[in-house]
């Protein structure tokens, strides 16, 4: 599926079912080329069980580039205050003022292609250019509109 000045890379498309279906990832992190010729997968981490979903939210943001542009898919787990658990997929868009304004034109320009293409991907998205805008209790009160326990 091609976006102003390129297309979505397939593998990045089959890390993201296999993060959707395997649960084999934590999260991904999508961006473009150096040639601006396609979004394709610029990080995957691999799954670890002993760090809370908390836990693993921050150490994605410790890990995000000051400079360039990502999307980043992140499963959010969480329990409901009536009972049961929740696991929804969300896209964040980081675009750090330091980015290049092509790198900001083309990252916004992809967003529309990449989750048609990321089918299953939540509704809900985060837009942060910086770190203090990625707060997890509140990101995790807008996806579970306030339904999940410590919130």
Same mark, same amino acid.
């Given at each position: ?17 296999? !993060? *959707?279906? /395997?649960?084999?990832? &934590?999260? %991904? ?8 010729? $396609? ?40 329990? !409901? *205050?009536? /009972?049961?658990?929740? &696991?929804? %997929? ?8 330091? $980015? ?52």
């Amino acid at each position: 599926m091609a976006f102003l000045g390129g297309t979505i890379d397939e593998k990045a498309v089959e890390d993201f079912m296999k !993060l *959707k279906f /395997g649960k084999d990832y &934590d999260f %991904l992190f999508l961006g473009r080329r150096e040639d601006f010729s $396609a979004i394709e997968t610029k990080h995957i981490e691999p799954k670890n069980d002993s760090l809370s979903n908390e836990e693993k939210f921050e150490k994605l943001r410790g890990m995000l580039p000051k400079d360039h542009a990502l999307y980043v898919i992140f499963s959010f787990a969480y329990e !409901l *205050k009536e /009972g049961g658990k929740r &696991d929804k %997929l969300m896209m964040m868009s980081w675009v750090p003022s330091e $980015a290049t304004q092509k790198d900001k034109m083309v990252h916004a320009s992809s967003k529309v292609s990449l989750k048609r293409k990321l089918e299953g991907v939540g509704e809900e998205s985060v837009h942060a250019s910086e770190i203090s805008h990625l707060d997890y209790t509140e990101i995790l009160k807008d996806i579970s509109k306030g339904g999940a326990v410590g919130v």
